[in-house]
């Protein structure tokens, strides 16, 4: 692994201003979900420090154009911080900007396999996982991190250089922030093995 600190990157940036939607955007947009109507009126209580997964709810964002997130209960203690994600953790609320501590960026490589390849369409098969933070305020400032399976396997920054874990994390719509201990991937013998094919535009450090 490559380690830095975000804040010495060229590509750290503070004074983002980014559109967050409002509370009564979110409640519309999730009533019209029949899934998230359910997981909503079941209430579960969520708490500073817990472990989650977090991830871009396709189906809300599709059917309203509101990006939401899905917060995942942890599936494992360990695994996730070796590319064993909470995807297919029980969704326990939705928020549009989520922050996390200790956070890892996993990627289920087969289902990206076959999304990249044209085989299935789009499933959860990815997330953010870390502890959820509920008391710091709220920032946008760090490095940008995106993932779009057609492109990439594993999340990345602007310079495609893929992304393991990040200290501080803020989550909003397509693109999270990453702040403090920055760890990236430094060649693809230490990565998540690739399965199968489909090209991937990654940056090795």
């Given at each position: 692994?490559?380690?830095?600190?975000?804040a010495?990157?060229?590509?750290?940036?503070?004074?983002?201003?980014?559109?967050?939607?409002?509370?009564?955007?979110?409640d519309?947009?999730?009533?019209?979900?029949?899934?998230?109507?359910?997981?909503?009126?079941?209430?579960?209580?969520?708490?500073?420090?817990?472990?989650?997964?977090?991830?871009l709810?396709?189906?809300?964002l599709?059917s309203?154009g509101?990006?939401?997130?899905?917060?995942?209960?942890?599936?494992?203690?360990l695994?996730?911080?070796?590319?064993?994600?909470?995807?297919?953790?029980?969704?326990?609320?939705?928020?549009?900007v989520?922050?996390l501590?200790h956070?890892?960026?996993?990627?289920?490589?087969?289902?990206?396999?076959?999304?990249?390849a044209?085989?299935?369409?789009?499933?959860?098969?990815a997330?953010?996982d870390?502890?959820?933070?509920?008391?710091?305020?709220?920032?946008?400032d760090?490095?940008?991190?995106?993932?779009?399976?057609?492109?990439?396997?594993?999340?990345?920054?602007l310079?495609n250089?893929?992304?393991?874990?990040?200290?501080?994390?803020?989550i909003?719509?397509?693109?999270?922030?990453?702040?403090?201990?920055?760890?990236?991937?430094?060649?693809?013998?230490?990565?998540?093995?690739?399965?199968g094919?489909?090209?991937?535009?990654?940056?090795?450090?």
């Open positions: 692994m490559i380690v830095i600190d975000a010495t990157s060229a590509r750290y940036l503070e004074g983002r201003k980014l559109t967050v939607p409002p509370q009564h955007c979110v519309e947009a999730l009533s019209k979900d029949a899934v998230a109507r359910r997981i909503t009126k079941q209430g579960a209580l969520i708490k500073d420090g817990d472990l989650v997964g977090v991830r709810n396709l189906n809300v599709k309203t509101v990006a939401v997130h899905s917060i995942h209960r942890a599936t494992n203690t695994g996730y911080k070796a590319n064993k994600g909470f995807w297919n953790g029980k969704v326990l609320a939705y928020a549009p989520v922050q501590r956070a890892y960026f996993n990627v289920q490589q087969s289902a990206r396999e076959r999304i990249a044209g085989t299935a369409y789009k499933s959860p098969h997330c953010i870390g502890e959820l933070d509920l008391v710091s305020e709220r920032r946008t760090g490095i940008e991190v995106r993932f779009n399976p057609k492109d990439v396997r594993f999340f990345v920054d310079d250089r893929a992304v393991a874990y990040a200290e501080e994390v803020t909003i719509g397509h693109r999270c922030y990453a702040r403090g201990e920055i760890w990236y991937y430094q060649s693809i013998e230490e990565a998540p093995a690739q399965v094919d489909a090209a991937c535009a990654v940056n090795w450090c």
